[in-house]
């Protein structure tokens, strides 16, 4: 491991559990064990080190959304519970520790830096919701379900699991885990069982 994989991954672990304005420079050099100054030479400074934080953790939400040819195969296959509930299987195969931590960092900083905010906006909201209209619109035109307020449809499903994953991020056991993503799989079938079309 380098030295600044080093940097981020002690970062990771100290922002996650005491927050981005709870660590020092100076707490992050002594953690990754190396002299104050020669963070200056991975970073320019905290703010460089939160924005790698959420550029990498807005790259694990891009590669976990399926690809639309993909989805339009899937749907080959299955209903639109099944589908939505591999889009919440697909998500949960990225979480790993890395992945919980960055979550932590940016769910809880997203109201106080600009740069967690802006992630948590346009990925976490924006670019889920658009993405769930778009497999919604495949749906409805391959016939798997009835006309509905796609939008609307799209940021409830959204709204909860983002919730959902909040806690999840939380958790500190594996019962907890898998307590919450059964709830997150019951809500998918719940929303999405009365829009399908059944033969």
């Not at 002690?10 to 990754?32: H, I, P, W």
């Not at 519970?81 to 591999?86: A, R, T």
């Amino acid at each position: 491991m380098s030295t600044k994989q080093k940097i981020f991954a002690c970062a990771l672990e100290l922002f996650s559990n005491k927050g981005f304005n709870g660590v020092s420079m100076r707490d992050l050099a002594e953690r990754v064990g190396i002299k104050g100054s020669s963070i200056y030479n991975h970073y320019s400074g905290k703010k460089a080190i939160m924005d790698d934080i959420c550029e990498t953790f807005a790259r694990t939400l891009d590669v976990s959304r399926p690809p639309l040819p993909q989805i339009d195969q899937m749907l080959d296959q299955m209903n639109a519970v099944e589908l939505f509930q591999s889009l919440i299987t697909a998500y949960g195969k990225k979480i790993d520790r890395t992945w919980t931590q960055m979550a932590r960092i940016i769910f809880s900083e997203h109201y106080y830096n600009e740069t967690a905010g802006a992630v948590f906006k346009k990925e976490l909201i924006q670019g889920n919701v658009a993405y769930y209209v778009t497999v919604l619109t495949l749906m409805e035109q391959k016939g798997k379900i009835k006309g509905c307020e796609k939008e609307f449809i799209a940021t409830l499903f959204n709204n909860e699991q983002l919730m959902l994953s909040m806690q999840y991020a939380h958790c500190t056991t594996a019962e907890e885990r898998a307590e919450l993503a059964a709830v997150m799989m019951a809500s998918a079938d719940y929303l999405f069982r009365g829009l399908e079309i059944r033969d």
